[in-house]
């Protein structure tokens, strides 16, 4: 590339005042040719994963950090040569990738780019860049493998499908195969090379469902080789035919800590070696509780919405929480203060593919019961999504974890970090209870809260414990005490 220049695109601040991100995928290598707006990783933050487009065309030089690799914010992660260095110093001005046969383009780009700003999208000349790209596709994707498989070390003969070709022009045989960022990814956490996958697509395209095939035209053979042998172990221990199969490649399986799952382990050591935790319990009859929750359903007011005991459990803590306003409060230890909050960032524990999140939901305390519905529907469908922002997850002041969902009798929560009390609730299941003098089959639970000793003292909390099971055992009291 002539009169060209490395540009270095540092890693951005994804979210509102974060310090540090993982790099989860790279979705491109040396040697690869990038074009403005184009996904060049994916990177997770202490919750949320986030993709990161490159704001100007180039050809990929240099990755500095391999993934998993957790990056400051503002550290040079990806460098790229683009062409034309009439700008080096200018670093958040994206440069056109493209030869000097049209200079004037470089102008052209909007010099407010921010490349720290993710979601920016592709500026409205990237259309009138397609069909350059388009033409130079050939020349730069060849240019590109062949200098990625030189940076590799192992040349071109892994693109053995080119390989009849490769004689008559070395610089092409290893043109890199087309699918777009989310099927590359796709066929590196399936360990398919895209090299050897048919396209189906348009323009040769590999779609997810290449992908798919390939992954199914891979595993046709291996799945008739282990029934080929079952006689040889049988043979030689028939008491021991099925534990082989199962442990047949490793005893142990190593799963490196990061993203979510990291976080979450700083912040629960931190929360138990910081705050001194107590934990009360107390079993509620919550019969009446789940016939409101029928009740509920048939009400035209909450039509569409979740309803569920968790509704008028969280409902229960926040009028406990009105009752008894010290319980929300956090711990200064620089000011050495109790901050008192006047407002209620209710937290849910959700459990999602990427680990165990606590999004919040804003002024919890100022929502009446349809409005609580709606905002628990919305935070769980969008945890399970996976779309939860991180500003969703900073700020909350208690939180509620549901571990009945999973059978769980109750357990002893651990504070979530600058929050003074989480509240766990048990499986909800029929239990023998005296009922008005008599032994009856009732819906029971047990409650759990924890709380920071340092500021909450066992009065304190008692008396929100005892207020939460008091409104689940006589709902009625939502409307006498809210």
């Known amino acids: 590339m002539t009169n060209a220049s490395v540009r270095e695109f540092k890693m951005p601040d994804v979210g509102e005042g974060l310090t540090e991100a993982e790099i989860l995928k790279w979705y491109v290598q040396p040697g690869d040719t990038v074009t403005d707006g184009q996904v060049v990783c994916e990177v997770e933050t202490a919750k949320a994963a986030v993709e990161l487009p490159i704001p100007y065309d180039g050809v990929v030089r240099a ?40 200079p004037e383009k470089p102008a ?28 130079q596709d050939p020349v730069a994707r060849q240019a590109a493998s062949a200098v990625q498989a030189e940076l590799n070390g192992h040349g071109a003969a892994p693109a053995a499908p ?17 699918a777009k960022p989310p099927v590359r990814k ?73 993203g979510v799952r990291k976080a979450t382990a700083a912040a629960m050591v931190g929360s138990a070696f ?88 804003k002024d919890a305390h100022a929502k009446t019961l349809p409005e609580l519905a709606a905002s628990l529907g919305e935070l769980v469908s969008t945890a399970r999504e996976g779309r939860t922002s991180p500003s969703a997850m900073q700020g909350g002041t208690v939180t509620i974890t549901n571990v009945g969902v999973f059978g769980v009798d109750t357990g002893t929560p651990i504070l979530n970090p600058g929050e003074s009390a989480i509240l766990a609730v048990g499986a909800i299941k029929p239990q023998p209870w005296v009922h008005k003098g008599k032994v009856k089959p009732r819906q029971v639970t047990t409650l759990a809260l924890s709380f920071d000793h340092r500021l909450v003292d066992g009065e304190l909390g008692s008396k929100v414990l005892a207020d939460v099971a008091a409104v689940l055992e006589q709902p009625k009291r939502l409307i006498t005490w809210a």
């Not at 390989?163 to 610089?171: C, E, L, R, S």
């Not at 230890?333 to 407002?343: G, L, P, T």
């Open 63 to 102: 990755l500095h950090f391999p993934e998993g690799t957790t990056v400051d914010v503002g550290t040079s992660i990806i460098a790229v040569e683009v062409a034309g260095g009439a700008a080096p110093a200018q670093e958040e001005a994206p440069a056109a990738a493209v030869p000097a046969a049209e």
């Open 162 to 178: 080119a390989a009849p070709v490769a004689p008559a022009a070395p610089a092409a045989p290893a043109q890199r195969p087309l």
């Open 108 to 135: 052209e780009q909007p010099a407010a780019r921010q490349p720290v700003l993710v979601g920016y999208g592709v500026a409205t000349s990237s259309t009138r860049r397609r069909p350059r790209k388009q033409a």
């Open 186 to 258: 796709l066929a590196k956490d399936l360990g398919v090379d895209l090299a050897t996958v048919t396209p189906s697509g348009p323009d040769g395209v590999i779609t997810r469902e290449d992908v798919h095939a390939a992954v199914a035209a891979a595993q046709a053979p291996q799945q008739t080789a282990p029934a080929a042998q079952p006689a040889v172990p049988a043979a030689s221990a028939p008491d021991q035919p099925a534990a082989p199969a199962s442990y047949d490649t490793a005893r142990e399986t190593r799963i490196p800590v990061k």
């Open 274 to 361: 910081t705050a001194p935790h107590v934990t009360e319990f107390v079993t509620v009859d919550v019969t009446r509780t789940m016939k409101l929750v029928e009740e509920l359903k048939q009400d035209q007011e909450f039509a569409g919405l979740r309803v569920n005991p968790l509704l008028l459990i969280a409902k229960a803590l926040l009028v406990a929480i009105r009752r008894n306003p010290d319980i929300n409060a956090s711990w200064d230890e620089a000011a050495q203060e109790i901050v008192v909050k006047h407002y209620v960032n209710l937290g849910i524990a959700a459990a999602t593919p990427r680990g165990l999140i606590v999004p919040n939901i």
